[in-house]
């Protein structure tokens, strides 16, 4: 949104301080964008407030399109704004150049806001660029060539649900098959479990 709002300065510099409804507009470009994404990621998931949703169950390798859809989308985004703002910049170099000929108090001040502001974003639109492209790749790989991993690795890299359906499938074995007392001895030993059992999924004293 930085760098469309630039790009809209760069060639509307003589009118854009006194044209407030642009910052709204793209306010409300960049809600809609990030709202629709964060609905088709988590559009599969059951939310329940009495059980633990870990980050990484937004990659399910059941849904795996829902992640990988929105945060290509996202990485095509950044390698957009990383365009618009190397054009945005040529361009603003170029006026800058015409500014010390045929001065415009407006223009130039623009001008210099524009390069200023490009100069700071540009760098963390490189680094987010890297590190989106680099964590979807990975995430391909793991979803299409999950074969390759032992179980509790894939489950490690990819998904942190695995306590969750062991406690599960154990509470409705009891709740079904078992007596009372039995039942009660499992719920201590689940109770247990889950004490030694930390967030990551790997046991600890």
């Known amino acids: 949104m930085i760098a469309m709002e630039r790009h809209v300065s760069t060639y509307k510099a003589k009118t854009y301080e006194s044209n407030r409804s642009v910052g709204f507009l793209l306010v409300g470009l960049q809600a809609i964008i990030a709202g629709t994404l964060v609905f088709v990621m988590y559009s599969g998931t059951k939310f329940n407030l009495n059980t633990r949703l870990f980050y990484c169950l937004a990659t399910a390798a059941d849904h795996p399109f829902r992640t990988i859809a929105p945060i290509s989308t996202l990485i095509i ?20 150049i015409e500014q010390r000929l045929n001065p415009d108090l407006k223009v130039r001040y623009n001008v210099g806001e524009n390069l200023r502001t490009i100069t700071i974003v540009i760098p963390f639109c490189y680094s987010c660029c890297f590190f989106t492209t680099l ?54 030993l689940v109770s247990r479990w889950k004490k030694c059992v930390d967030c990551n999924g790997s046991y600890s004293d």
């Open 77 to 96: 985004l950044q390698f957009s704004a990383m365009i618009i703002l190397k054009v945005t910049e040529r361009e603003n170099t170029k006026r800058s």
């Open 135 to 188: 964590f979807t790749l990975v995430s391909c790989f793991v979803v299409f060539f999950n074969h390759i991993f032992e179980k509790p690795m894939y489950f490690a890299l990819l998904e942190d649900k695995i306590q969750a359906d062991a406690e599960n499938d154990i509470r409705k074995f009891v709740d079904s098959e078992s007596s009372d007392f039995y039942a009660a001895g499992i719920s201590k």
